[in-house]
């Protein structure tokens, strides 16, 4: 088997149960087809492996792979049309995103990730429209997309199965607008009525189809309370306990959500997943900036996780997590760009950024996050969201070879002072030009700004072309529903909260 060796300045393993950065000065990794074997001294694995091929050298620091830990769609939804809104009235606003080739659109947000060192995703598939196999020849493409381009993906086929537009049956909103609408209203909605039998079936089909596969796992994603029957919470759990595949579901995102569970329930979102066994080690909630006191001791006692979606609660008026108060409590949590970051792209090292700038309230000793606090969250807790678990997100013998080279020139110049923690500096200076080499599986996929095994350039070509003419009358009609159905779901809310 081929041996490579990793070589840099300084490895960052990982972060220690001190919280503080593991670092290795002059170190070296040693791989063996798609695992980490060993790490030591970059001179005594030189001297033990004379024969194997070396990578890095003077100047680079190396680092886990990040872990986007919540992501949905390749071109963003503002690329495409749909402007900002907060996220009730997002849901109408995105019918008028153009439709583009599944292929394409996953490879473009996989470029983007990668190229700021992102090596596995956490694909959450929630709009796939017609029957079973059309949603199966939809999440094929999808994975068969990151395949192509060597990266790791955790997929996820979400269920849903009532409430697709507002938070009220989807009957009752179609008879609630005015007679022009309804028809076209209801012809859109019945596209994404695959039954909730079929929906599970899905996920079996998925699990058992890539089973073999090292880059790919399968995971359970459960949509929102809002979006899910009794009947289909009781599937997510069967789902869970007959496979052991860990859970991803979006919750308390906003305050209306909060609002919809306690006109359900009487109580929190949370506790009546609870009540089902959802949650617990498998369990984590995408976004959860609406939980109160009791849902965090739930969350902190269950030892679920928590994903932060930090640019998503921002542009869409969502709120602002908590995240200092998760922290203190010991939650895990992880990082998420959910469907696109600050800058409307995906970039990673951005959004540790803005999550370290962010939570920094005022006052001398207010507590705020550390620089490896968020690092751990974009990597090792990321990590242990997905199926893929403790073999990738740190830098360990008997983990995969997930690795990222930076050129630490590139990250410091013209000067840095030296005497700062190295995780502070990559937080706060490193930006995509800094990422050198991307390797996934002992494979380079990334290396001076190319991708390895496909030509970056002509796909975006390739998607450029496919989207320069002009609407289609089928996308031309769409976004004239799109603009139609707005104000009635902006009526729906009024007097909410």
């Known amino acids: 088997m081929t041996q490579t060796l990793v070589i840099a300045d300084r490895i960052v393993t990982g972060i220690g149960p001190d919280g503080e950065p593991e670092v290795l000065d002059t170190a070296a990794i040693l791989v063996e087809g798609d695992t980490i074997c ?5 001179a005594e694995l030189r001297r033990d492996h004379p024969d194997a091929r070396q990578i890095g050298g003077s100047g680079f620091v190396a680092i886990p792979g990040l872990v986007n830990a919540h992501h949905h769609v390749g071109l963003t939804p503002f690329q495409m049309g749909a402007r ?7 849901f109408p606003e995105r019918l008028g995103m153009r439709d583009i080739d599944a292929r394409l659109d996953t490879l473009f947000s996989a ?4 190229a700021s060192g992102v090596t596995t ?15 199966l020849a939809r999440a094929d493409t999808i994975i068969g997309a990151y395949k192509e381009l060597g990266m790791r993906a955790s997929y996820s086929f979400a269920l849903r199965d009532q409430n697709r537009m507002i938070y009220a049956d989807d009957q009752d909103f179609v008879a609630s607008l005015p007679e022009p609408l309804r028809k076209p209203a209801a012809e859109y909605l019945s596209g994404f009525g695959l039954p909730l039998s079929e929906q599970v079936a899905v996920f079996h089909a998925l699990r058992e189809r890539w089973s073999d596969d090292a880059h790919v796992a399968i995971q359970i994603a459960p949509s929102n309370l809002h979006w899910l029957s009794d009947a289909a919470i009781e599937s997510a759990a069967r789902m869970a306990e007959d496979t ?3 859970m991803h579901m979006h919750l308390l995102e906003t305050p209306y959500q909060k609002e919809y569970a306690r006109r359900r329930t009487g109580g929190s979102a949370l ?3 609870d009540r089902f066994g959802l949650v617990g080690p498998g369990l984590t909630i995408g976004h959860g900036v609406w939980m109160d006191e009791d849902d965090i001791n739930l969350l902190a006692e269950r030892g679920a996780c928590l994903c932060h979606n930090c640019s998503s609660n921002l542009r869409l008026k969502s709120g602002t997590l908590d995240l200092n108060r998760l922290i203190a409590r010991g939650i895990p949590v992880a990082l998420g760009m959910d469907e696109a970051g600050i800058n409307d792209d995906r970039d990673m090292l951005q959004e540790m950024r803005l999550a370290l700038t962010l939570h920094r309230p005022s006052g001398h000793d207010a507590p705020c996050p550390t620089a ?3 690092f751990r969250m974009a990597t090792e807790t990321g990590a242990r969201t997905t199926p893929h678990g403790a073999r990738i997100g740190r830098l360990s013998p008997g983990g995969l070879a ?3 080279l930076v050129d630490w020139k590139t990250v410091t110049y013209p000067y840095q002072d030296s005497a700062l923690p190295i995780v502070d500096v990559l937080l706060r200076r490193a930006k995509p030009d800094a990422v050198h080499k991307v390797i996934i599986g002992g494979e380079v996929v990334y290396e001076g700004g190319r991708f390895t095994r496909i030509v970056c350039d002509a796909v975006l070509e390739e998607i450029a072309e496919s989207l320069a003419g002009p609407l289609s009358p089928q996308d031309t009609a769409m976004r004239q529903l799109a603009g139609e159905l707005l104000e009635p779901v902006r009526g729906f809310y009024k007097g909410w909260v």
Do not use: K, N
């Open 121 to 135: 995703v956490q694909h959450l598939h929630s709009r796939a429209p017609g029957d079973t196999d059309a949603v």
């Open 372 to 374: 490896a606090e968020i």
């Open 244 to 246: 052991g595949a860990p």
């Open 402 to 404: 997930d690795i990222v």
């Open 111 to 114: 470029f983007e990730m990668i």
């Open 84 to 90: 900002d809104q907060p996220l009730e009235l997002w």
């Open 271 to 273: 506790s009546f997943m």
């Open 38 to 42: 060993a790490i030591g001294p970059a």
